[in-house]
Nanobody, 122 residues
């Protein structure tokens, strides 16, 4: 079983910064991609940023303000969020795509973290 544990959320004023972390643990053989998604109240979950084999992808709304990075040795993904805006307020979820377990390397599964709240005030 693989678990994703997020940390780093909180309350920040507009213009401030936060850094989210997500560590994957368990019997992990490999992870194809990792990413961050967010869901604001009354809205659908949306992609924020993903990283795979060093290639990154960002939502238009966060380009130039957010940076995603990954430490493959630690199975950890980070999201540095700068110049935060009130509209960035949401629950942020970490996702690991196409995870292979050491005991079942031929099978791939996706996993989600439990979410961490980010609130940006005026």
């Amino acid at each position: 079983q693989v678990q994703l544990v997020e940390s780093g959320g909180g309350l920040v004023q507009a213009g401030g910064s936060l850094r989210l972390s997500c560590a994957a643990s368990g019997s992990i053989f490999s992870i194809k991609a990792m990413g961050w998604y967010r869901q604001a109240p009354g809205k659908q979950r949306e992609l924020v940023a993903t990283i795979s084999s060093g290639r990154t992808n960002y939502a238009t709304s966060v380009k130039g303000r957010f940076t995603i990075a990954r430490d493959n040795a630690k199975n950890t993904v980070y999201l540095q969020m700068n110049s935060l805006k009130p509209e960035d307020t949401a629950v942020y979820y970490c996702k690991a795509d196409r995870v292979r377990d050491k005991l079942r390397v031929s099978q791939e599964y996706d996993y989600w973290g439990q979410g961490t709240q980010v609130t940006v005030s005026l």
